[in-house]
């Protein structure tokens, strides 16, 4: 017999399927609850909501899993390519070789960007944050192509996934070529996704630049680390925008947005902040420990904690050693490592962190790396977004073919009950 929750209301007993999914996760079917009751539910923060159902990405908060599409990130992170596993998140199987050559050759031939955009970048002050500039260029990119306005052009949607995979890099080398000072790199389409990007942050006119292997390998896995992470505030935010049948540029202009925020994607550039903060501090790990614990200080561990997960974040596990091999292979030696290492041992043999089940996230050695490949801190979370990106055009896709109904929670009202206008003089 299918499994059924009872509810007891005002005296009556209503009954909700339940939904089972194929990691026999389960989730009580509401959907039919206000219109038989009355009530609705409330969930601040949405700690036990499933907003939808979805096949693309599986993660285990208790066990500390992640796959995509089934393929473990273990697996990914060491094996595939992140173009790869763009293809996998967003048509659902490993390409075969010739899929894998045809998205790949389409990428490699969007990389330019409209001339105009530049003007429109221009405007920006040189200290304008790039998650900023990012999020507004995308979202001027719908001028640029207006079809995608129309809900009926998902005839063109490769198009335009080709056409984000393929420029978001380009727009992000532009902010840092600004910051400092020198002219903007063309892309060089000989060159592979990551040695592209690398080409366009790093290559001045006067030099050459040559790719190396160990940074572009490191770029490559810690973009397949950031791919997806199912219903997470910024994927949520890109679900939310394109229920409304917004465009996918809208959508994931969006969703870098709300990657911004120092709780999410924010916290890369935050940690790296934090450690600055405790070496110029002596080193002393000991007194942010004690200031995260404070219920009266608003400081917390950056980098620690995660709402899903209550275990290891697997993809900080696969960072952290990724941190050791990439700075011993470029001979670099960064002091906040050791005091990473040092927080990180002494909050986790620390009771408050231990019963909060408090681990490092992805957040929390990603930092070190990007700063060993060169990459100035106020770019970080913009490298979240890179590889982030295709899990937002995935789960926007999904959602899209999937039909499913404008998102609009309700509310329980708490103001005024209604009141007789007031005129001024009488307020
Ligand atoms: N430092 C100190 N205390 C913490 C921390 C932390 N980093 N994280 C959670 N807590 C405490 C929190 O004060 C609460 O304690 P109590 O039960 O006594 O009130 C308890 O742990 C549960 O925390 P919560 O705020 O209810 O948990 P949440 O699921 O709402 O928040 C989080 C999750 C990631 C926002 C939070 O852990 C946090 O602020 N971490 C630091 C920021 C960070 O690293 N964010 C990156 C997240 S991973 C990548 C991504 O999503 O982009």
Redesign the pocket.
Known sequence: MAEIAKLTLDGKEYEYPIIEGSEQEKAIDISKLRAQTGYITIDP?FKNTGSTTSAITYLDGEKGLLRYRGYSIEDLADKADFLGVAYLLIYGELPTQSQYDEFVGKIRRHTMVNEDMRKIFDGFPVNAHPMGVMSSLVSAMSGFYPESYSKSDMDNIDLHIVRLMAKLPTLATWCYKKSQGHPINYPNNNLDYCSNFLHMMFALPVEKYEVDPVVSNALNKLLILHADHEQ??STSTVRLVGSSQANIYSSISAGISALWG????G?NQAVIEMLEAIRADGGGVEKYLNK??D?NDPF????????VYKNFDPRARIIKKAADEVLAALGIEDPVLDIARGLEEAALSDDYFVE?K?YP???FYSGIIYRALGIPVNMFTVMFAIGRLPGWIAQWLELRNDGQAIGRPRQIYTGETVRPFVDIENR
């Open positions: 923060g997470n505030c120092p709780l999410h994607g916290a995260a614990k219920k917390r561990l950056m980098g620690f904690g995660h709402r909060r408090l996230n992805v957040d």
